[in-house]
């Protein structure tokens, strides 16, 4: 199976698609690049968990064919085809990450930035805030970069992502930053919590009450499960900044 193989490709862009083999015995892959002009375009093929990884970089105008074959057999009756165009496209490029939606003060916000299949560009990434933050890009090599921001204090950013001085989809990003949380005055307190006692299943037994006084600290973090799995509860909300767990 072929997977990520796009029929259209800017020029000079880098091209990735992914073949997957598992399930199947091991064997070689063979990969055979034709150019609009008949030459040859080296392929290079990567092995992954699921299969290969293969990377080209189309640099002539014009239609490509794509032979693949796994263990001296073809994958398709036919070649596979793919037409470079001229240009580049910034309604290809992606971002995505929990940076561009949220963050903490003092804590690095980051996010992806995919460019494959936009053709050549130059890339652009502001962020805009209550403060300067400063911002980090590595760029990956296979077309996409890791960005992170600092922000030192809370409030609403804009995040501006371009490329070729055209903003890609989604941009600007509108990201909210809050304060770390407080919790030096936070409590916990209720038999439920002691660390001794009978075990039994809190599915069937419900009786346990467990309280957090939460007033000084933040309530956008107050009383977060760690682990949402464990079992059943709810909750019930005062108005003292009190909340209790059933």
């Known amino acids: 199976k072929v997977d990520g193989l796009e029929p259209t490709a800017p020029l000079n862009s880098l091209q990735q698609f992914r ?11 063979a990969v055979t690049i034709t150019s609009p002009s008949g030459s040859r375009v080296r392929a290079h093929v990567i092995p992954t968990a699921e299969g290969f990884l293969v990377n080209f970089t189309p640099t002539q105008l014009g239609e490509y064919l794509l032979s693949i074959c796994f263990g001296g057999t073809p994958i398709a009756p036919r070649p596979f085809r793919l037409q470079c165009l001229s240009g580049s496209d910034s309604n290809k490029v992606r971002a ?3 940076g561009l939606e949220r963050g903490l003060v003092a804590q690095p916000a980051e ?5 494959r299949g936009a053709g050549q560009g130059g890339l652009g990434v502001t962020v805009e805030g209550p403060c300067e933050a400063a911002i980090n890009c590595r760029d990956n090599g296979d077309g996409t970069c890791n960005v992170a921001y600092l922000p030192t204090e809370a409030g609403d950013y804009t995040v501006n ?3 070729n001085d ?3 989809n989604g941009s600007p990003f509108q990201p909210v930053i809050m304060p770390l ?7 916990v307190s209720g038999i ?10 809190l599915r069937r037994h419900r009786n346990l009450l467990h309280s957090m006084l939460c007033n000084d600290a933040s309530p956008f973090y107050c009383c977060q499960p760690t ?6 509860s709810n909750k019930y909300d005062q108005q003292n900044g009190q909340h209790n767990f059933f």
């Open 111 to 115: 996010f992806i930035i995919d460019t």
């Open 192 to 201: 439920g919590i002691q660390p001794h006692g009978r075990i039994f299943k």
């Open 96 to 98: 995505f990450g929990p």
């Open 166 to 168: 055209r903003h890609i």
């Open 227 to 232: 682990r949402k799995r464990m079992c059943d």
């Open 181 to 187: 949380p407080n919790l030096s005055n936070t409590r």
């Open 19 to 29: 073949i997957i083999t598992r399930g199947l015995p091991k064997a070689d892959l």
């Open 161 to 163: 992502i371009t490329f």
